[in-house]
């Protein structure tokens, strides 16, 4: 994957992390969850507009308004390359925060790697539906909130067809747990949702869900791999970097800042 096909992997990570309620607004597709992690509830800004920035700010009002009747901030996903220079001038000039840096990394099936992936490994479960354990795990390390925003998360997972990987520890206790995501177009998948225990982390545990999901992608039929990981992870992307993953692009979320009402007198 080169960085001049980075529109049609935009397109694959939205179907692997698909929000419930979505719009197509004039090339913006409007995306919502409850709340339940910014992808799924971030404007992708799948095609600029031609024309005029009051074109681009009438479409920056549709947002809002969509935005606000769910409750919930205007928060754009920008991909940074040179397609976001006429968004991102707007959204400066209106005061949008830019957070949450990450590096989009991709791989070949087949790639030779410092991490091995060809012996399968009896010690890691794979499904095709995220058992409670795989849930908790995960939301454990990743998640915000507890039941309802869970199930919402459980809901954005099973919007595509995935593989679940779960390694337990000496005492029978998941330590690891990630997600290998595959898209209905083409022979593409994306890794997601690793994640690892604190307290059992540098014990090798996430190396193995990675190189048990990439086996059984390799086996699907999948020819190449995408995985996200944010910019300041710096052990994650070490672990990726020794299993052929290398940087094809970054992103971030630019999001509206919350306005002062004032009170009182």
């Known amino acids: 994957m080169e960085r001049?096909?980075?529109?049609?992997?935009?397109?694959?990570?939205?179907?692997?992390?698909?929000?419930?309620?979505?719009?197509?607004?004039?090339?913006?597709?409007?995306?919502?969850?409850?709340?339940?992690?910014?992808?799924?509830?971030?404007?992708?800004?799948?095609?600029?507009?031609?024309?005029?920035?009051?074109?681009?700010m009438a479409?920056?009002?549709?947002?809002?308004?969509?935005?606000?009747s769910r409750r919930l901030p205007v928060i754009f996903q920008v991909f940074d390359d040179f397609r976001s220079a006429a968004l991102n001038a707007a959204l400066d000039e209106e005061g949008f925060t830019r957070?949450?840096?990450?590096?989009?990394?991709?791989?070949?099936?087949?790639?030779?790697?410092?991490?091995p992936v060809?012996?399968?490994?009896?010690?890691?479960?794979?499904?095709?539906?995220?058992?409670?354990?795989?849930?908790?795990?995960?939301?454990?390390?990743?998640g915000r909130g507890?039941?309802?925003?869970?199930?919402?998360?459980?809901?954005?997972?099973?919007?595509?067809r995935s593989v679940y990987a779960l390694v337990r520890d000496d005492d029978g206790l998941p330590a690891a747990v990630g997600r290998l995501a595959v898209p209905p177009v083409g022979e593409v998948g994306g890794l997601y949702c690793m994640a690892t225990r604190p307290d059992a982390r540098r014990r090798g545990f996430a190396s193995r869900v990675l190189g048990s999901l990439l086996r059984e992608g390799d086996a699907l039929g999948i020819r190449s791999y995408w995985l996200l990981v944010t910019a300041a992870n710096?052990?994650?992307?070490?672990?990726?970097?020794?299993?052929?993953?290398?940087?094809?692009?970054?992103?971030?979320?630019?999001?509206?800042?919350?306005?002062?009402?004032?009170?009182?007198?």
């Open 4 to 56: 001049q096909t980075m529109p049609a992997l935009e397109a694959l990570m939205d179907a692997a992390w698909p929000a419930p309620d979505r719009e197509d607004s004039g090339g913006w597709v409007f995306r919502a969850a409850g709340g339940v992690t910014q992808r799924a509830n971030s404007v992708w800004p799948r095609s600029e507009p031609d024309g005029t920035l009051h074109q681009r």
């Open 118 to 142: 060809a012996a399968p490994d009896a010690g890691v479960t794979l499904s095709a539906e995220p058992s409670d354990e795989w849930l908790r795990l995960w939301w454990s390390v990743d």
């Open 59 to 68: 479409m920056l009002r549709d947002a809002r308004a969509w935005y606000r």
């Open 99 to 115: 957070q949450s840096e990450t590096v989009i990394l991709v791989r070949d099936a087949g790639a030779e790697t410092a991490v």
């Open 234 to 265: 710096a052990g994650a992307r070490e672990l990726y970097a020794r299993s052929g993953f290398t940087e094809a692009g970054r992103y971030y979320y630019r999001q509206e800042r919350p306005k002062r009402h004032l009170t009182g007198c």
């Open 146 to 160: 507890g039941e309802e925003p869970l199930a919402t998360a459980r809901t954005i997972l099973e919007g595509c």
